[in-house]
C-alpha cells in the first residue's frame, strides 16, 4: 500500500526553524513528483512548495527564500526546511503525491 508519514512538526518562536520530514513506502518514490501542502483553520489547502524526479523546484510566492524541500532517494524521504517562520505559517502540513498523508502541525506562535 502506499502510505505517506510526515514528522517533524511541532511549536517554534517566530523567527524559528523546523524541518518535516515524509516517509514514503509503496511506490516509487525515485519517480515521483513529491510535494507539501498546508491548510490553515478556517483556510483552503495551499500549496507549499514541490519537487519532481528531475529536481525541478517550485514554490509558493509567501514561503520563498525561507523554506527549502528537498528528497532522499535512497531514503524514500521528502523533506521541508522551514526557516524564518511566521504566525501565519502556522497550519497542518502535508506530503503529497497521488495522496496525501496524516499531516503535521505546525505552530508558529
Known amino acids: 500500500d502506499v502510505q505517506l508519514v510526515e514528522s517533524g512538526g511541532g511549536l517554534v518562536q517566530p523567527g524559528g526553524s523546523l524541518r518535516l520530514s515524509c516517509a514514503a513506502s509503496?511506490?516509487?518514490?525515485?519517480?515521483?513528483?513529491m510535494s507539501w501542502v498546508r491548510q490553515a483553520p478556517g483556510k483552503e489547502r495551499e500549496g507549499v512548495a514541490a519537487l519532481d524526479s528531475d529536481g525541478e523546484m517550485t514554490y509558493a510566492d509567501s514561503v520563498k527564500g525561507r523554506f527549502t524541500i528537498s528528497r532522499d532517494n535512497a531514503k524514500n524521504t521528502l523533506y521541508l526546511q522551514m526557516n524564518s517562520l511566521k504566525t501565519e505559517d502556522t497550519a497542518v502540513y502535508y506530503c503529497?503525491?497521488?495522496?496525501w498523508g496524516q499531516g503535521t502541525q505546525v505552530t508558529v506562535s
Open positions: 503529497a503525491t497521488s495522496l
Open positions: 509503496g511506490f516509487t518514490f525515485s519517480l515521483n513528483a
